[in-house]
């Protein structure tokens, strides 16, 4: 009786796998994250967002797969985030001006942080390179954004049409409780800079528009 239970437990197993091959949990089975494509001096790179051991990281491959330059570690989960074109977790797009593509791609920090990042690439030194967000009243320069009010939905790092960013976080004040605010961050040339910050109007923040 017991083989007979046996038998038919590894049988229903075998015949239900299938129906959970698709269930995985990103970066548990199959590290990749993300892929797209960019053209820097008319020649094209993969583009490859990646979770190897609680680390996310970017790197760019040539067209025969061989890794021509990689990012530091971004963060330790996964992150989307919202364009004019949908929620992305890697989008590809020209954010100064300049007519060249940056990279733009975003990952947790902690359970509630999550950071943003914009790169460039230098194709002569073959790395990425960090696009700079000041905060010039406060006297703060950073290379990625930083929200500490997580969505899950992407609503904590919004791109409007003009690349213009709204940044969902708290302002945390000497003498009172802190207050979920928009850091709008608009582009200045090879960098971002804070432009306003306001409070969260009453009500779910996913229905303000930047």
């Given at each position: 009786?017991?083989?007979?239970?046996?038998?038919?437990?590894?049988?229903a197993?075998?015949?239900?796998?299938?129906?959970f091959?698709?269930?995985?949990?990103?970066?548990?089975?199959?590290?990749?994250?993300?892929?797209?494509?960019?053209?820097?001096?008319?020649?094209?790179?993969?583009?490859?967002?990646?979770?190897?051991?609680?680390?996310?990281?970017?790197?760019?491959?040539?067209s025969?797969?061989?890794?021509?330059?990689?990012?530091?570690?971004?963060?330790i989960?996964?992150?989307?985030?919202?364009?004019?074109?949908?929620?992305?977790?890697?989008l590809?797009?020209?954010?100064?001006?300049d007519?060249?593509?940056?990279?733009?791609?975003?990952?947790?920090?902690?359970?509630?942080?999550?950071?943003?990042?914009?790169?460039?690439?230098?194709?002569?030194?073959?790395?990425?390179?960090?696009?700079?967000?000041?905060?010039?009243?406060?006297?703060?320069?950073?290379?990625?954004?930083?929200?500490?009010?997580?969505?899950?939905?992407?609503?904590?790092?919004?791109?409007?049409?003009?690349?213009?960013?709204?940044?969902?976080?708290?302002?945390?004040?000497?003498?009172?409780?802190?207050?979920?605010?928009?850091?709008?961050?608009?582009?200045?040339?090879?960098?971002?800079?804070?432009?306003?910050?306001?409070?969260?109007?009453?009500?779910?923040?996913?229905?303000?528009?930047p």
């Open positions: 009786m017991k083989n007979l239970f046996k038998i038919v437990l590894i049988a197993l075998i015949c239900a796998s299938p129906l091959a698709d269930l995985e949990v990103p970066g548990e089975v199959n590290p990749v994250l993300a892929t797209d494509r960019i053209e820097i001096n008319k020649v094209g790179y993969i583009v490859e967002k990646r979770i190897d051991k609680g680390e996310v990281t970017l790197n760019l491959k040539t025969d797969g061989k890794i021509f330059c990689s990012s530091d570690p971004l963060g989960q996964e992150k989307f985030f919202v364009t004019p074109v949908g929620t992305k977790n890697l590809i797009a020209d954010f100064t001006g007519g060249v593509d940056e990279i733009v791609t975003a990952a947790m920090l902690g359970y509630d942080r999550s950071a943003l990042y914009i790169f460039s690439v230098d194709v002569a030194d073959k790395k990425l390179v960090p696009l700079e967000f000041r905060h010039v009243k406060e006297k703060l320069a950073r290379e990625f954004l930083v929200s500490d009010m997580y969505q899950e939905d992407g609503q904590d790092f919004v791109f409007s049409k003009d690349n213009s960013i709204r940044v969902l976080g708290w302002v945390y004040n000497v003498n009172g409780a802190p207050v979920g605010s928009f850091y709008y961050f608009k582009p200045a040339g090879d960098y971002y800079v804070c432009s306003k910050i306001i409070p969260v109007p009453t009500g779910d923040a996913s229905e303000t528009e």
